[in-house]
């Protein structure tokens, strides 16, 4: 029982560079997000998709990009990273009805990301 | 904006021992509050989510209740045993806005000694 799946699970990269963090679940979920944890800060949602086909901004989305390739998967991609995107990456699942999620979110391990 | 404290941000306790974690919430206009564990280097794992209309909501030796009126919860932890020492996270799922979001408190990190 995978749940949901995160990769790579620790990255270190330079100032500038691009790189795509992916994110697959097998519970057959329809809503999947994506936030970051800072110290200090707890988690922030920085884009969702309440179904496939569809994103939405959450509440840090500058700086990155989301893809909802299918049902099972959900990427975000920094374009150019920066040292104030090093961070944790928690992506979650959870299925929605009627509009609204009433089932919990669950959520991978995570990636470790050091922008240097 | 809805925002969710939780207290105290770091708790130790001896093997045994009954606990309450507490946490508010601005914005009594929610849909469900979850629990959440933590553990170093690990992702979230759900304990509890209790609906708007639900006053509590029990998982073995974990009770969580719920005052939407006065924006509390608070998370019980009976008998207490070393394997429950992790960070404890509330979030909250408003009911305006955007129903998606979660707002999270920072957590309570906790301590069970042997």
């Known amino acids: 029982n995978a749940g949901v799946t995160q990769t790579p699970k620790f990255q270190v990269l330079k100032t500038g560079q691009s790189m795509t963090l992916q994110c697959a679940q097998d519970m057959n979920h329809n809503s999947m997000y994506w936030y970051r944890q800072d110290p200090g800060m707890g988690l922030r949602l920085i884009y969702y998709s309440a179904s496939e086909g569809t994103t939405d901004k959450g509440e840090v989305p500058n700086g990155y990009n989301v893809s909802r390739l299918n049902k099972r998967e959900f990427s975000l991609r920094l374009e150019s990273a920066a040292p104030s995107q090093t961070s944790v990456y928690f992506c979650?699942?959870?299925?929605?009805?009627?509009?609204?999620?009433?089932?919990?979110?669950?959520f991978g391990d995570g990636t470790r990301l050091s922008i240097l | 904006k809805q925002e969710v404290t939780q207290i105290p941000a770091a708790l130790s306790v001896p093997e045994g021992e009954n606990l309450v974690l507490n946490c508010s919430f601005t914005d009594s206009a929610i849909y469900n509050l979850q629990w959440f564990r933590q553990d170093p280097g690990k992702g979230l794992t759900s304990l509890l989510l209790i609906q708007s209309s639900q006053r509590e909501q029990t998982s073995g030796r974990l009770n969580a209740s719920l005052d939407k009126s006065s924006g509390r919860s608070t998370l019980y932890i009976a008998a207490s045993q070393p394997g429950d020492s992790a960070t404890y996270l509330c979030?909250?799922?408003?009911?305006?806005?955007?129903?998606?979001?979660?707002?999270f408190g920072k957590g309570t990190l906790l301590t069970v000694n042997p």
């Open positions: 979030a909250v799922r408003s009911s305006g806005g955007s129903n998606y979001k979660l707002t």
């Open positions: 979650a699942s959870s299925f929605s009805s009627a509009g609204f999620a009433v089932q919990p979110q669950h």
